[in-house]
């Protein structure tokens, strides 16, 4: 059965990879973003406009792009819209839709970085002390991504909407990690990470890694 698979933020880095991946195994790629001018509109077979994260009636247009292209599965990748996707994944089952993407519960814990450390303090995983409070010389947002509004200082800052971590020395990596329907992982992927720009890592080596491979198999299970 060849599906027709919608993949988000079509102008990303990991846009063309996705796209690729879904032609070479016989489905039919349709690629999506709010800017028609993005590489995503010239790898897939079609190509659909996205509302913008804001608009009043997002979720509203977002079902009538599904129809009007119909779709069988969204592969979700654009942080503001996970929570969405992850909130009506039983909604669009029963419009004939699957929505590849974690549970509500799951991307909630992982999208606040509060709510992650108390995740591994309360199951014994490793991670660097964290606090409400001013306590440590590394601030950040509890939400968002990459190196934005990161900084080290012994200043007096503004806690509200942020933490603070005690700083770790050491190599940083990425971990892409596929699981089941049943939470089992299917790969466990720990990669370096290379030409950071923005806090994002823009490529990264993959690496042999086995602890970090037990770790994540018992965040899983978690």
């Not at 994260?53 to 977002?62: I, Q």
């Not at 996970?82 to 669009?92: C, H, N, P, Q």
């Not at 950071?196 to 198999?217: L, N």
């Amino acid at each position: 059965m060849r599906l027709k698979i919608l993949t988000e933020s079509s102008g990303s880095l990991v846009s063309a990879y996705l796209i690729k991946a879904i032609r070479a195994a016989g489905h039919h790629a349709i690629a999506s973003d709010i800017a028609e001018d993005c590489v995503g509109r010239y790898l897939a077979e079609e190509f659909l406009l996205m509302p913008r994260v804001h608009d009043d009636a997002l979720w509203d247009k977002v079902d009538i792009l599904l129809k009007e292209y119909s779709i069988d599965v969204v592969i979700p990748s654009f942080d503001e819209m996970l929570m969405g996707w992850a909130e009506r994944k039983e909604y669009y089952r029963h419009m004939g839709v699957t929505v590849i993407c974690s549970d509500a519960s799951t991307i909630n814990i992982f999208r606040d970085k509060w709510l992650s450390y108390e995740f591994f303090e309360k199951h014994g995983i490793p991670t660097p002390k964290t606090s409400l409070s001013q306590d440590h010389p590394l601030i950040k947002p509890r939400k968002g991504r990459g190196a934005k509004g990161v900084r080290i200082t012994s200043d007096q800052v503004s806690m509200e909407g942020n933490i603070s971590q005690e700083v770790i020395l050491g190599q940083e990596y990425t971990v892409d990690v596929l699981c089941s329907k049943d939470f089992e992982p299917l790969y466990i992927v720990p990669r370096t990470r290379q030409g950071v720009r923005d806090g994002k890592s823009t490529g990264g080596e993959v690496i042999d890694y086995p602890e970090i491979v037990d770790c994540v198999k018992y965040i899983c299970r978690h």
